[in-house]
T-cell receptor, first 114, second 113 residues
Framework: AQSVTQPDIHITVSEGASLELRCNYSYGATPYLFWYVQSPGQGLQLLLK??????LVQGIKGFEAEFKRSQSSFNLRKPSVHWSDAAEYFC????????????FGAGTRLFVKA | DADVTQTPRNRITKTGKRIMLECSQTKGHDRMYWYRQDPGLGLRLIYYSFDVKDINKGEISDGYSVSRQAQAKFSLSLESAIPNQTALYFC????????????FGEGSRLTVL
């Protein structure tokens, strides 16, 4: 069965500093991988996704993520964080067979300090 | 207007009451989902529907039921609400291309006293 682990419940970074949010997944084959962001009082918005091909994917708002099959990881990165990036971030894995169901990690809340 | 609209956005109710959360979408997607969000648990799938005649249980369907009234409408019911159903509920849609991107409503916050 597929599963997603986000080891960090919350992270605090200074504005302008770099960011890396960790995500590890468990899935028997090559999965679909996603990062979503949830701003306070809002629904989730897709930041980026990986299906195949180049393992470094670019997303919206200056985010990128790298798929590492050997480590079963899909970490999210941003070189310079802005105060508006404060939100909760969810990594998710989708199955390619048996219908399409997406499993989410528990989320990492990002705090940005001035 | 939002592509995926949920009503109500907030609801406080009492134990034992019947509650319906409604979702409508203008994206033209065939697939619709109900998720529940709890702090520290992420989002968990309650039910999903791939078309009007197709309803499937997710990982936490006990205590919930759904109705797919039309392609654009998918409602979630709690027949007899209990306090541990207090949560933030999200409706989502996706299209048939099987890429899996989900489009979310803004959520319905339910409190059961």
């Amino acid at each position: 069965a597929q599963s997603v682990t986000q080891p960090d419940i919350h992270i605090t970074v200074s504005e302008g500093a770099s960011l890396e949010l960790r995500c590890n997944y468990s899935y028997g084959a090559t999965p679909y991988l996603f990062w979503y962001v949830q701003s306070p009082g809002q629904g989730l918005q897709l930041l980026l996704k990986y299906f195949s091909g180049d393992t470094l994917v670019q997303g919206i708002k200056g985010f990128e993520a790298e798929f590492k099959r050997s480590q079963s990881s899909f970490n999210l990165r941003k070189p310079s964080v802005h105060w508006s990036d404060a939100a909760e971030y969810f990594c998710a894995v989708g199955a390619r067979t048996g219908g399409f169901k997406t499993i989410f990690g528990a989320g990492t809340r990002l705090f940005v300090k001035a | 207007d939002a592509d995926v609209t949920q009503t109500p956005r907030n609801r406080i109710t009492k134990t034992g009451k019947r509650i319906m959360l409604e979702c409508s979408q203008t994206k033209g997607h065939d697939r619709m989902y109900w998720y529940r969000q709890d702090p520290g648990l992420g989002l968990r799938l309650i039910y999903y529907s791939f078309d009007v005649k197709d309803i499937n249980k997710g990982e936490i369907s006990d205590g919930y039921s759904v109705s797919r009234q039309a392609q654009a409408k998918f409602s979630l019911s709690l027949e007899s609400a209990i306090p541990n159903q207090t949560a933030l509920y999200f409706c989502a849609t996706s299209d048939l291309t099987n890429t899996g991107e989900l489009f979310f409503g803004e959520g319905s916050r339910l409190t059961v006293l």
